[in-house]
């Protein structure tokens, strides 16, 4: 009969265990403008970016199972004939094994979708790895590069330098992707010449 605070519920490790969401009960989906539907395939992120509230929201990063997200992905592209999927995960690839047998799943069932979604910048990536991705259909690479300045990139604990970033960028861009980055302009820490460093990073 009242409220009472309790510890926190202890994490879900098998994310697998969940069921997806099959927008059964939303009438007419077909009738919105937009024919993009919504998805997750992990939770949390292996990075701890000193501005991003997931760290807290969500601080073990997990993954589910790369067959589990395909038959998800078959089922509502079967039941919606869907366009495009937007992964809202705060990380795409934060499990590169994982990542890389979910695209080979999508091409082995022919499945002929366009995805896209949170990425960071990671000089582990392999290069083939990027032409397998979108070959599966990963078509937009939403990255929280954030700065161009290596300096202030530090301060914010990124854990790419500017160089790594530009060359991630490339890496997506070569493979036919389309680039989207999320930017933070007036870091605590940033000054006029790491604002001019980002300026030329874009250029």
Request: net charge neutral.
């Given at each position: 009969?009242?409220?009472?605070?309790?510890?926190?519920?202890?994490?879900?490790?098998?994310?697998?265990?969940?069921?997806?969401?099959?927008?059964?009960?939303?009438?007419?989906?077909?009738?919105?403008?937009?024919?993009?539907?919504?998805?997750?395939?992990?939770?949390?992120?292996?990075?701890?970016?000193?501005?991003?509230?997931?760290?807290?929201?969500?601080?073990?990063?997990?993954?589910?199972?790369?067959?589990?997200?395909?038959?998800?992905?078959?089922?509502?592209?079967?039941?919606?004939?869907?366009?495009?999927?937007?992964?809202?995960?705060?990380?795409?690839?934060?499990?590169?094994?994982?990542?890389?047998?979910?695209?080979d799943e999508i091409i082995r069932r022919k499945l002929e979708i366009k995805y896209g979604g949170n990425m960071m910048v990671?000089?582990?990536?392999?290069?083939?790895?990027?032409?397998?991705?979108?070959?599966?259909?990963?078509?937009?690479?939403?990255?929280?590069?954030?700065?161009?300045?290596?300096?202030?990139?530090?301060?914010?604990?990124?854990?790419?330098?500017?160089?790594?970033?530009?060359?991630?960028?490339?890496?997506?861009?070569?493979?036919?992707?389309?680039?989207?980055?999320?930017?933070?302009?007036?870091?605590?820490?940033?000054?006029?010449?790491?604002?001019?460093?980002?300026?030329?990073?874009?250029?």
């Amino acid at each position: 009969g009242r409220w009472q605070q309790t510890s926190d519920r202890d994490l879900i490790k098998d994310l697998d265990s969940i069921p997806w969401p099959t927008f059964d009960e939303i009438k007419n989906l077909q009738e919105y403008p937009v024919p993009d539907l919504p998805l997750m395939g992990s939770r949390g992120c292996i990075s701890r970016c000193i501005f991003c509230n997931d760290r807290i929201r969500t601080p073990l990063y997990r993954t589910r199972s790369a067959v589990h997200q395909v038959d998800e992905l078959q089922y509502l592209k079967e039941r919606y004939d869907t366009d495009f999927f937007i992964y809202n995960d705060p990380l795409m690839n934060g499990h590169l094994r994982v990542l890389e047998e979910k695209a080979d799943e999508i091409i082995r069932r022919k499945l002929e979708i366009k995805y896209g979604g949170n990425m960071m910048v990671r000089p582990d990536m392999p290069e083939p790895l990027f032409a397998k991705l979108r070959k599966s259909g990963l078509t937009v690479a939403i990255m929280g590069v954030e700065t161009g300045s290596t300096t202030t990139a530090k301060a914010m604990r990124k854990r790419h330098t500017r160089e790594e970033a530009a060359s991630f960028i490339r890496s997506c861009k070569n493979a036919g992707m389309r680039v989207e980055l999320n930017l933070i302009v007036g870091f605590p820490t940033e000054t006029e010449k790491h604002f001019e460093e980002t300026l030329s990073f874009l250029e």
